[in-house]
């Protein structure tokens, strides 16, 4: 890790005070729980002179529910205070299933919510730093003729990675946004628009975050009437791993029939990846094989898989299935 | 019953099992406190006064051209020294993560500073990194004359050809086997205690501590017997671990140089670029049965992929032997091989080179690569035939112990149960999994070797001694060098310390392919013999009676005559018993102030180490939706002689599962053919099986092998158990994988492969 | 794919880009230009800072880099080398320690991260050189082999029961898979965590 000066301020204002303009975005990092930042400091990827450190502002760290049951997670909320909040595990099961699923416990025990959703790109031509990868500014994407078994099969080109967080699919599977704060206003985003994808914008970056402002909140509205929902998560490996391809799933049944339903998939595509004709196909059918099938079918009707990951397209389509049965009819 | 020692045996004996009081018991390891309370110090935890640490720069391409500058890195604050290794500022590489360069400064953070500051420049030169380039025309030359190297082989083809055309059985399948790493969770390195006097230290992780005094010396200038090598803990090693290594002479020439001591652990990176690996190996196998499901034909080509080392590879029909090809007469015994033949048998092996670095012996190394191809075609040919696979095993198994093993591993795992022997299940569970079970089996020879000496020393103040240069792999070398010690007095095992891992103890073999245990116990066993006799011979005197008279029991002095152990037990309970001549406290009281000894060397027949037999099982659960695979039992019976710690070979036993567990399923060196760049050299790309892939273990000691001495049988448990899991996969889902690791996108991949062809799913 | 052009075009370039790290003093020098605000704490170079170790409070010197880690282990003195530094990117859990009561990687946290936070060890679990519970069953129970993983499991076990004794396997499994063996131990571990989970229970 190159040396830095570490900066800790107390209060909003001073950190918004310190954030950086747009030619010194790399140079000025926020930090909450440095989970993805610390390995990719510790890689050289991330070589910033100044960090930030969000740790010690007060009230970030609480997840408060309000009359209305809109819930508003603070971005310090630890992965693992979400995961055990008995609020967000009895109305918002998706949220903290993921959370739940995210790394492992140390991780969970220090890794933020904001930091979950900024977290950088999984890619191990993106990880390493003698790859210099579009993604790093460089002029190619090796996974795209490259070793790809782990990379997009949605929203690819001309970038390739895959967007790691849990916390996201499920997040916008709950309708979540997020408050975007920077110096003398503040803005409010659908979490699905948070998401940039690399054919759209700088392919450097992930999110319409500026580098003059930061991500103080998520809020998640009241669900709507009967929602069930759930986050599946397949790894290659059981312990601690990255999601090969997740499932975030929210339904509403009515007598049987199928009122209102939210598909996102994780650790398929270069963003959190909505599938909205999949969800409009479920609306007004009973949640049945044929339909669960015909969902699955559609949400992944535009992969595009790479030569070594066809058998994303396959495993997704049974996750979505197997989610949708889980929530039952 | 017979009691421990005697005054005046024939000579160092194990004497009968029953007889024991330690070995052959469940034994808790004596170094187990120091370990979970973080007091035992590894060579990575040593810290000394004015210490520096170190740092290696690896190149980072295959093969280059590199001409370096230091003299940015050498003047960085903290600094203290920054140069090419061998003082060179120009050179050319041939591997990835070559080690180049070395620094070392104050602290670990500006020795990374400075490693970084080393002004390095690349020219690329033509590289070959995988398999496909080495045998290209395009791809560079790692040895002048091309790189495939000269075959070694065996058996007539025209022969073979004759054999496989009159099979009643075929198989044909192209295995890939990737490069696998020893993982040691402690790096390689060293820390050299120098200062520019007349002797030094070199606290070492490696598996032979006698390796690494005599490199050192001549890289510190000084004689072998002014250096000391300790490795008091070492976090394993796997076979990585031999010599000094260019980390261990790079440290010792700065200390040299800087007569400072210094630190150079490799970063996690480095060792896996440039701290050896299992060689991966491409195999063709053909091979051929007759209608009773003997083998009669096999053709094995074989390339070994050791980077710019040889690799390793057993003999591609492993365990197995061949039969005469003409069909058996009426009269010979079913289920045994008819007439061992090799006409049937042709094999070629030869290694490919790549511009990576060396293979290293790995834990039984060839034999988990040859297992897996041979296993796998017998289960096919087993399937063809529809003969039960661990009979067909059984058929071509040319010895007693194997087919024991088998039917107790098939007991075990339930396999006389189990509905699908011989074709995949066909319906899935409601789960939407299948099930299956799977075997292998694994020979071993772990002979012991001469050279280790062993001191057993008896002091006035009571003290046990049991010292030997050796070093503790984690394999519970420490634990059995004091049980077998405290046995012979009858002691307990904690009344007995064991010092080794020390250099100026007596000599001991490096810890290789399990001859540690075969070395070393014996030579233990010898010298605890020689000081019992000796302290007896010394009490004869003190107690005026015939030596023959005297004997140790439970650690007391106790006349020979009195009472067999069984009824001294009852005695002893109903308040009666024989009278110890003198308390063990008392005996040593008698000793002169040096006390006494026996020194003891390796003995041959104290140990009988020939013809190691396991045989592993495996049941996994297959996900048919995502191609999980799960294995919910592994079981391995294993002989190993002489039991030291029955607790520690169980713990051995399923260490090796665990390890042939986690390279079926997950681990493979991935690197990036164009780039030159190994993609996954860290413990988040590689993967090593986690808490979550951890099924129930059964680890059997094999019980009917009860004439040996102890025997070394880490190497023989890490074997199986991956072919073990790829023939469960097969007989559960019908996916037969010819490449390792056995991961979900293979078996979907393998899964919709059947479903087009029309097959069950 | 083809076996060279792309490769060798940006394998330069990148390796242009990496010999050249400016020194440390420089770069901060530069950054001290923007963004200033004299009310906020700001730490450079090496640095004094007081941390809470295993109920002791230490005078440790550190860079705002160095982590948790590296301080126990290479800055503190006399240093604690229980947790081990194994992975150095949070993956294996050898380095596992207890900041304000709850298990994280020693290697992913700044030193300073941790000022005014209750550190604890495993060199900390033995009191009055008794061993815990779980210590005690991971000797029992051959929990260990090498030993190098060991510090760390220990902790994670510990962390695990201190929220559940009754914990079952599975669970234990679960909560203790941010941690890795390379020997082979984990059947042993998880015995020996059932065994301390019910020791804890008696003891109540």
């Not at chain 1, 950088?120 to 003698?130: F, I, L, T, V």
């Not at chain 2, 897996?372 to 003969?387: G, N, T």
């Not at chain 2, 995949?424 to 999994?433: H, I, K, L, R």
Request: charge should be neutral.
């Amino acid at each position: 890790m190159k040396a830095f000066e570490l900066i800790r301020p107390t209060t909003l204002d001073q950190v918004l005070e310190l954030l950086p303009k747009k030619e010194n975005r790399d140079r000025v990092r926020v930090v909450s729980g440095g989970q993805d930042l610390y390995t990719e400091m510790k890689e050289h990827l991330a070589e910033p002179d100044q960090l930030i450190d969000l740790k010690r502002l007060p009230d970030l760290d609480r997840i408060e529910v309000d009359a209305a049951g809109t819930v508003t997670i603070g971005a310090l909320v630890t992965i693992a205070a979400l995961a055990e909040d008995l609020r967000i595990q009895s109305k918002l099961t998706v949220v903290s299933e993921a959370a739940a699923s995210v790394a492992s416990t140390q991780i969970r025990n220090v890794g933020t919510v904001g930091g979950n959703l900024n977290q950088r790109p999984r890619c191990w031509y993106y990880r390493h730093e003698g790859a210099k990868c579009l993604k790093k500014g460089g002029t190619e994407c090796f996974s795209k003729e490259g070793l790809n078994k782990y990379n997009a099969i949605l929203g690819g080109g001309p970038s390739y990675i895959v967007h790691p967080s849990d916390l996201a699919p499920a997040l916008i599977c709950a309708g979540a946004e997020v408050v975007l704060v920077k110096k003398g206003s503040s803005r409010s985003v659908l979490l699905e628009k948070y998401y940039t994808l690399p054919s759209e914008g700088d392919v450097t970056r992930e999110t319409v975050l500026e580098p003059d402002e930061i991500l103080t909140h998520v809020k998640i509205p009241a669900p709507p009437a009967g929602w069930r929902s759930t986050y599946i998560k397949f790894k290659e490996r059981g312990s601690f791993d990255f999601a090969l391809a997740s499932v975030a799933a929210g339904i509403s049944v009515d007598k049987e029939v199928i009122r209102f339903a939210r598909l996102v998939l994780g650790g398929v595509a270069t963003i959190p990846w909505r599938v909205p004709q999949a969800e409009e196909k479920l609306v007004g059918k009973k949640n049945d094989p044929a339909s669960r099938k015909e969902a699955a079918e559609l949400a992944l009707r535009r992969a595009e898989p790479l030569s070594d990951n066809e058998y994303k397209v396959a495993l997704t389509k049974n996750l979505i299935e197997r989610a949708l049965a889980q929530l039952g009819a | 019953m017979e009691p421990v020692t005697k005054g005046k045996a024939d000579g160092p004996q194990w004497g009968p099992r029953d007889a024991m009081t330690l070995l052959n018991h469940n034994l808790r390891r004596v170094d187990g406190p120091e370990k979970v309370s973080g007091r035992a110090r590894y060579t990575h935890d040593i810290r000394l006064p004015g210490m520096v640490y170190a740092r290696l720069l690896l190149c980072p391409l295959p093969t280059a051209q590199v001409e370096l500058d230091c003299s940015a890195a050498s003047k960085l604050r903290g600094v203290f020294a920054a140069r090419g290794l061998g003082g060179k500022t120009s050179m050319k590489t041939g591997f990835l993560g070559q080690p180049i360069a070395v620094v070392a400064a104050e602290t670990p953070e500006l020795a990374e500073d400075a490693v970084r500051a080393i002004q390095a420049t690349y020219k690329a030169l033509p590289w070959s990194v995988t398999p496909e380039q080495a045998l290209s025309t395009e791809g560079g030359k790692v040895k002048d004359n091309g790189n495939l190297g000269k075959p070694a082989t065996e058996g007539d083809e025209d022969k073979f050809k004759k054999a496989f055309d009159s099979s009643a059985a075929k198989v044909e399948g192209e295995f890939h086997i990737p490069i696998q790493h020893h993982c040691s969770l402690e790096t390689h390195g060293v820390v050299v205690d120098f200062n520019g006097g007349e002797t030094a230290t070199v606290y070492a992780s490696t598996q032979g501590t006698f390796t690494v005094s005599g490199d050192a010396a001549d890289a510190l200038g000084l004689k072998a017997s002014q250096v000391t090598t300790i490795v008091d803990y070492m976090g394993g090693g796997f076979g990585s671990k031999f010599g000094l290594g260019v980390e261990g002479l790079t440290a010792c020439e700065l200390a040299r140089e800087l007569k400072r001591p210094v630190h150079l652990m490799m970063t996690r990176e480095d060792e896996f670029l440039a701290a050896g690996n299992r060689s991966g190996s491409i195999v063709k196998l053909k091979v051929g049965a007759d209608s009773e499901g003997r083998l009669i034909a096999l053709d094995g080509d074989v390339m070994k992929l050791g980077g710019i080392g040889g690799g390793a590879f057993n003999k591609p029909q492993y365990a197995y032997s061949l039969s005469d090809s003409k069909p058996p007469s009426q009269d010979e015994e079913s289920g045994k091989p008819a007439r061992p033949s090799k006409d049937g048998l042709h094999t070629s092996i030869r290694s490919l080179y790549m511009h990576t670095d060396s293979s290293r012996a790995m834990r039984a190394p060839g034999h988990p690569q040859t297992s897996f191809p041979i296993e796998s075609v017998i289960d096919d040919l087993a399937y063809q035939l529809k003969i039960d696979p661990v009979t067909m095993r059984k058929k071509n198994l040319a010895n007693e112990v194997h087919p024991k093993q088998l039917d107790r591993v098939a007991e075990r795992i339930g396999w006389a149960k189990h509905p699908n022997k011989t074709a995949p299940q066909e319906q899935p569970d409601a789960d939407g999994t299948k099930t299956g079970i799977g075997f292998a089996v694994t020979i071993w020879g772990s002979h012991g070797g001469a050279g280790c000496e062993c001191k057993v020393a008896i002091g006035r103040d009571g003290s046990l001694q049991s010292i030997v240069g050796s070093q503790d792999l984690g394999t519970g070398t420490r634990t059995y060098v004091a049980a077998i010690a405290a046995e012979e007095f009858g002691l307990p095992l904690s009344a007995c310390t064991a010092k080794i891992g020390n250099s100026n103890y007596g000599n001991a073999n490096p810890s290789g392919g399990s001859s540690t245990v075969p070395s070393l116990a014996p030579a233990v066993k010898s010298a605890a013999y020689k000081a019992a006799q000796a302290f007896l011979e010394h009490l004869a005197g003190v107690v005026k009676r015939p030596i023959e008279e005297l004997e140790f029991r439970g650690g007391s002095l106790v006349d020979a005559k009195v009472l067999p152990d069984a009824k001294e037990e009852k005695e002893r309970k109903a308040g009666k018993g024989p009278k110890a001549l003198m308390t063990w406290k008392e005996a040593c009281a008698t000793l002169g102030a040096a006390g006494i000894s026996g020194e003891g060397r390796w003995d041959q027949s104290l140990t009988h180490a020939d013809g190691v037999h396991g045989a592993q099982g495996a049941k996994v659960k297959v996900d048919l939706a995502t191609g999980r695979v799960q294995v919910l039992q592994m079981v391995g019976v294993q002989d190993c002689g002489l039991p030291l710690n029955r607790t520690a070979v169980e713990s051995q036993l399923n260490g090796g599962m665990i390890q042939a567990l986690s390279y079926a399923l997950h681990e493979e060196r991935v690197i990036d053919p164009a780039l030159g760049l190994m993609l996954n050299a860290n413990f988040n790309d590689y993967k090593l099986a986690g808490c979550q892939e951890m099924p129930e273990f059964v680890p059997l000691i094999d019980e009917d092998d009860i004439g040996r001495g102890p025997i070394g049988m880490a190497e023989p448990a890490v074997t199986p158990g991956h072919s073990a899991i790829a023939n469960a996969i097969c007989n559960a889902c019908g996916v037969r994988l010819h490449s390792m690791p056995f991961t979900a996108d293979k078996i979907l991949d393998g899964l919709a492969a059947l479903a087009a062809k029309g097959g069950t799913k | 794919m083809s076996l060279g052009d792309r490769t060798h075009v940006s394998r330069r370039s990148f390796l242009k880009g990496a010999g050249g790290v400016a020194a440390a003093s420089t770069a901060l020098g530069a950054a001290q230009a923007f963004a200033s605000s004299p009310q906020v704490e700001r730490m450079s170079g090496s640095t004094e800072i007081e941390l809470s170790i295993n109920g002791e409070k230490r005078k440790v010197k550190v860079e705002p880099r160095t982590s948790l880690l590296n301080a126990l282990r290479n800055h503190c003195e006399p240093p604690l080398t229980g947790a081990k530094l194994v992975c150095n990117q949070g993956s294996c859990g050898a380095c596992t320690v207890f900041v304000d009561k709850k298990p994280v990687y020693a290697c992913m946290l700044l030193a300073m991260d941790c000022i005014g936070k209750p550190i604890a060890t495993v060199e900390g679990l033995a009191v009055d050189g008794k061993l815990s519970a779980v210590q005690e069953a991971f000797v029992a129970r051959d929990a260990l082999m090498c030993g190098f993983c060991t510090p760390g499991f220990v902790m994670s076990v510990t962390a695990c029961l201190g929220k559940n004794p009754k914990a079952t396997r599975e669970e234990i499994q679960k909560f203790c898979s941010g941690n890795l063996c390379r020997c082979g131990t984990y059947p042993r571990v998880f015995e020996a965590a059932l065994e301390a989970g019910k020791q804890m229970q008696g003891g109540k």
